[in-house]
């Protein structure tokens, strides 16, 4: 089977908070993935190079910034493959930077997903669906995870009934 990455892009070191949980879903679903800074502002020559060689191996994107945050956007426009936009928090509490990732012309789309650390989770859950589309072992890994939410649910809301009688 080819191996399936995720490629993660972010405008700042700054944005690496943003995906510790995220990290550690891609470390429990064991997809490999690569993490690179590259700013659609300050070095837009580098980023377009590096997206347009990418290797086979990655399958979708997961590009963060706060801000204006055009990552998202450029990434989308030189590459076919999934982007998945994830605004980072900004001096606007990050509505900046969820309206200039969400605001795509039609023509060249771009997933968005919520501000902060839980657009960065869900961004890489989605990934891992749209890489589980055409593998088995991954889709019941995300299965299971979601059978695990399942669960936690029933156990807080059984503490939660117990606590209150």
Known sequence: MKIKEILIVMGSKSDL???DDAMELLKKFK?????????AHRSPKLLIQQIEHLSKSVHVIVAAAGGAAHLAGVVAAHTLKPVIGVPALSALKGVDSFVSTSQMPAGIPVATMSIGKAGATN????ATEI?????QILEKKLISYRKAQVKKIRGT???FLRKRR
């Open 157 to 159: 809301n059984r503490e």
């Open 131 to 135: 890489l589980a589309l055409h593998d």
């Open 17 to 19: 908070p943003l995906f």
């Open 123 to 126: 961004a890489i859950l989605l």
């Open 31 to 39: 997809i490999p993935n690569q993490i690179r800074i590259l700013s």
